[in-house]
Antibody, heavy 117, light 107 residues
């Protein structure tokens, strides 16, 4: 089955860290870039980060640059997002999504990150 | 950064009617980089249209996309009950941005 499964969310305090993971199956993972997109409760979608198929190309949204780090392990079909120095504004459902032709053609179900004191 | 503005914010229609959703960009968007997504409550978005007018795999032909430059449209020709959810447009520039969404509600 072609799918992405996001995990690792939870409730954390401001200033702390969390590591999210996206596990892929059913397709040639090493041939695709992967994005993280987040959605604050009741809000719209915000692109967060991208990693190219071989891990050599990485991009971040201005709002997370310097705090979040994206990485991948093609031997395990996983992409991780390390979230450091978390803020209450980072509270959101985090989706991983496969890079398509100028779009996101496959999405994981999302994992909720809540930053609260 | 390209800002995408969707209108209307909420669209009230009846099943069987035609829906026209607008997405306007603050500067020109390459057509191949404009996509539309449908999001049902509690679910991840689903790709409907990419390249401004190409239907994604498995998407019914009642969904169509059009437009170029700064003005793009998603049309749903005959609304089914399951279509009354939220729709987002997205452009694949640097950075990638999304519109704020249009909620389609039953009149």
């Amino acid at each position: 089955q072609v799918q992405l499964v996001a995990s690792g969310g939870g409730v954390v305090q401001p200033g702390t860290s969390l590591r999210l993971s996206c596990s892929a199956s059913g397709f040639s993972f090493g041939g695709y870039g992967i994005h993280w997109v987040r959605q604050a409760p009741g809000k719209g979608l915000e692109w967060v980060a991208f990693i190219g198929h071989d891990g050599n190309n990485k991009n971040y949204a201005e709002s997370v640059r310097g705090r979040f780090t994206i990485s991948r392990d093609n031997s395990k079909n996983t992409v991780d997002l390390q979230l450091n120095s978390l803020r209450t504004a980072d509270t959101a459902v985090y989706f991983c999504a496969r890079d398509g032709v100028g779009c996101f053609d496959l999405w994981g179900q999302g994992t909720l990150v809540t930053v609260s004191s | 950064e390209i800002v995408l503005t969707q209108s209307p914010g909420t669209l009230s229609l009846s099943p069987g009617e035609r829906a026209t959703l607008s997405c306007r960009a603050s500067q020109g968007v390459i057509s191949k980089n404009l996509a539309w997504y449908q999001q049902k409550p509690g679910q991840a978005p689903r790709l409907l249209i990419y390249g401004a007018s190409r239907r994604a795999a498995g998407i019914p032909d009642r969904f169509s996309g059009s437009g170029s430059g700064t003005d793009f449209t998603l049309t749903i020709s005959r609304l089914e009950p399951e279509d009354f959810v939220v729709y987002f447009c997205q452009q694949y520039g640097s950075p990638i941005t999304f519109g704020q969404g249009t909620r389609l509600e039953i009149k």
